[in-house]
């Protein structure tokens, strides 16, 4: 092919996607990096000017963004913790079932596939305090004497914990999965003929095999999971201690206006998601060098 | 077979089993809810069979004019949505999977950098943009940020696509006259269906299900799409449990069917990435 031809069908090739990611994406993050640098309120539209890094000093010394980032980092910890345990336990399970696997798969991937939304919706009727599947068999045991309430104080955040995992865990699974899928059969044969048990087989062969998959399910997880929004926005939009700098931000931005502070808060949690997913990538890395046990 | 080993085959077949009733309970319990009398639903403790099954619910949510609309509007978005991201992301997919660009790391590095920016703080500026324009509650309002926010997943999963498609191809389309363009537009598309099937299941899951985009662009009933729509019933009624209940199964429709008739390409386009 002609050196200048394929150079022109390049750039037509190219061009369309390019031009709408520089417009419709570096668009909105540039901007918010200017607006936190302004006092901006949308009902006050007229009043707006520069004002430095006060919004980042505010920032500093407000004490409910740090409530927040610790429920978030809670969240995100906890939530993806089980998710890695459960994902892995359940790709183990799957792997190397072969009458009836689409049945299995189907059903595991319907968790993933649901709008998180009615994710939510199915846990907060499952765990409802007056009328939820949960209080009343524990009621009919006779565990319980009166409604616990699973949405309140002191438990909410566990409650939005479980419905994420339920929710997300397939997601592991498959990726784990396939990394299963991908160890060569001779591996196994030569660990047994070694005389290796079931959990060193796990231990030295599986799991070491499987770490590149298991750091990109923790990547894609942990970088989801620390911008939670719709799970706690439906089940508690908030309360009982499970405010995400998520909700926050979106309170901020659209119940209280504030156009500044609330970019200067979207810029300081891009930032953090960014650092953690280098620090992830970098443990990606370092786990993809060659096994040598 | 051992006993051993056929003991061992029946306790992973009862974990297995049990992993499935995990996932599919939580249906169990809303079509038990849906079909339930209002009275029934507040029965404690509850029955674990609606006695007697109405259809009352579904009634209810299709008698509602809203929640058909709200049905049309995540279909509509949901559909433009994919076609929009094909349409821009497979010709970029095509060319860096086998033409050679210059810079290649940094076109992957603008996608991948949109695929990590949050969400919550793209939704602030495009929506002072949308209102400027006048586009909040109209369908671009939702298709021009979903078309971003699945553009990198697009061209993630149609450059390994591609990849994988014989070098020949080309060379026997330019034998046959076919200009580079055209045979990427007659050969190479057409024999990628299974691919852009993958792709285009996933962006239209994503779609159907987005809700921080939907919640802010979206302020009248009529504009909203179904997640929205669910989430904010509660609001609009005394907590019909019955009712929303339905609603929510019918909203899953679409999904349970993508998921059943697509289930091997959603596993291939979720681990697209991974393997090599």
Redesign the interface.
């Known amino acids: 092919?002609h050196e200048p031809?394929?150079k022109r069908?390049?750039m037509?090739?190219?061009a369309?996607?390019?031009v709408?990611?520089a417009v419709?994406?570096a668009?909105?993050?540039l901007?918010?990096f200017v607006?936190s640098f302004t006092e901006f309120n949308?009902k006050f539209a007229d009043e707006r000017g520069f004002v430095g890094l006060s919004n980042y000093m505010r920032l500093a010394g407000d004490s409910i963004f740090r409530q927040d980032l610790w429920q978030t980092f809670l969240f995100t910890v906890v939530s993806v913790g089980l998710e890695l345990v459960l994902g892995l336990a359940?790709a183990m399970?799957?792997n190397r079932?072969r009458r009836g696997r689409?049945?299995?798969?189907?059903?595991?991937?319907?968790?993933w596939?649901?709008?998180?939304?009615?994710?939510a919706?199915?846990?907060s009727?499952?765990f409802?305090d007056?009328?939820g599947?949960v209080?009343?068999?524990l009621?009919?045991l006779g565990a319980i004497q009166s409604p616990i309430v699973w949405l309140g104080p002191g438990l909410a955040m566990i409650t939005c914990i479980l419905a994420d995992v339920?929710k997300t865990t397939?997601?592991v699974a498959?990726?784990l999965?396939?990394?299963l899928k991908?160890v060569p059969d001779q591996y196994y044969e030569a660990a047994e003929l070694d005389g290796a048990g079931r959990w060193q087989v796990f231990r030295y062969v599986t799991l070491p095999l499987l770490k590149?998959?298991i750091a990109?399910a923790l990547l894609f997880r942990t970088?989801d999971a620390f911008?939670v929004?719709?799970v706690i926005?439906?089940l508690t939009g908030g309360a009982s201690r499970t405010e995400t700098l998520?909700i926050y931000?979106?309170k901020v931005?659209?119940r209280y206006s504030d156009?500044g502070y609330?970019?200067a808060m979207?810029?300081a949690?891009?930032a953090i998601?960014?650092l953690l997913?280098l620090v992830l990538i970098r443990f990606m890395r370092i786990s993809q060098e060659p096994v040598s046990e | 077979m051992s006993l051993n080993s056929r003991a061992r085959t029946t306790g992973?077949w009862i974990?297995?089993v049990g992993?499935?009733v995990?996932?599919?309970l939580?249906?169990y319990?809303?079509a038990n809810?849906s079909l339930s009398t209002p009275s029934a639903?507040?029965k404690?403790?509850?029955d674990y069979f609606p006695d007697p099954a109405v259809t009352d619910n579904f009634r209810s949510v299709f008698e509602t004019r809203q929640f058909p609309q709200n049905i049309w509007n995540s279909f509509v978005v949901a559909s433009l949505t994919t076609l929009l991201t094909l349409?821009?992301?497979a010709?970029?997919a095509?060319?860096?999977a086998r033409?050679?660009?210059r810079h290649k790391e940094f076109?992957m590095a603008?996608?991948l950098?949109?695929a990590?920016?949050?969400?919550?703080?793209?939704?602030?500026?495009?929506?002072?943009?949308m209102a400027r324009l006048g586009l909040i509650n109209s369908y671009p309002a939702l298709v021009?940020?979903y078309?971003?926010t699945s553009?990198p997943l697009a061209?993630w999963i149609l450059t390994h696509y591609f990849g994988t498609l014989p070098g020949s191809l080309e060379d026997a389309a330019?034998v046959d006259g076919c200009s580079?363009?055209e045979a990427?537009l007659r050969i190479i598309l057409p024999v990628s269906t299974p691919g852009l099937f993958t792709a285009a299941a996933l962006i239209f899951?994503f779609a159907?299900?987005e809700?921080?985009f939907a919640l802010?662009m979206t302020s009248t009933p009529a504009s909203r799409t179904?997640?929205?729509a669910?989430?904010l019933f509660a609001g609009l009624h005394e907590l019909p449990?019955g009712t929303?209940?339905a609603a929510?199964l019918v909203?899953?429709v679409p999904?349970?069917i993508?998921?059943?008739v697509f289930?091997?390409q959603?596993?291939e386009g979720?681990?697209a990435?991974?393997?090599k």
């Open positions: 092919m031809r394929q069908l390049i037509w090739l190219l369309p996607s390019l709408f990611v419709m994406g668009f909105p993050v901007s918010q607006l949308m359940v399970l799957l079932v689409t049945a299995l798969n189907t059903a595991i991937i319907l968790p596939a649901l709008p998180t939304v009615v994710a919706t199915m846990w009727l499952i409802n007056r009328v599947l209080n009343s068999i009621g009919q339920w397939p997601f498959i990726i999965l396939a990394g991908s590149p998959f990109v970088m911008r929004f719709d926005w439906v998520s931000i979106y931005l659209f156009m609330g970019s979207t810029v949690l891009f998601v960014f997913s | 992973l974990l297995r992993v499935a995990v996932c599919l939580p249906f319990w809303l809810v639903v507040y404690i403790p509850v349409g821009l992301g010709p970029a095509y060319a860096l033409l050679r660009v076109v603008v996608f950098g949109i990590i920016f949050p969400a919550i703080g793209m939704v602030g500026p495009l929506y002072v943009a021009l940020p078309t971003l553009l061209v330019l580079p363009g990427f899951i159907w299900n809700f921080l802010i179904v997640p929205v669910l989430a449990w929303i209940a929510t909203s899953i999904v349970l993508l998921v059943a289930q091997r959603i596993v979720l681990t990435g991974t393997q």
